[in-house]
């Protein structure tokens, strides 16, 4: 499964994307593995996950699935 950070959680992780092969079975147990190397997406309230390009929640089980994307807070004016 191809992993993507969007945004300023790029730089966070250091790539743009990267590929994950022995993928967990929930967004959360991806979050929390990804959060514990430094990637700067453990806040859940903030940073919002996709897979295959929909927002989800982070029950959203990823057997199956072709991409994770991470999305940082925005904001607008």
Do not use: N
Not at 7 to 12: F, T, V
Not at 53 to 65: P, S, T, Y
């Amino acid at each position: 499964m191809r992993v993507a950070y969007y945004g300023r959680l790029a730089e966070a992780a250091g790539v743009r994307s990267e590929v994950i092969v022995d993928a967990p079975a929930t967004v959360a147990e991806l979050r929390a593995m990804l959060a514990a190397r430094g990637a700067g997406i453990g806040d859940a309230g903030k940073v919002r996950a996709l897979v295959d390009d929909v927002l989800v929640g982070e029950d959203h089980a990823l057997a199956g699935v072709a991409e994770v994307g991470f999305l940082p807070p925005v904001s607008g004016g």
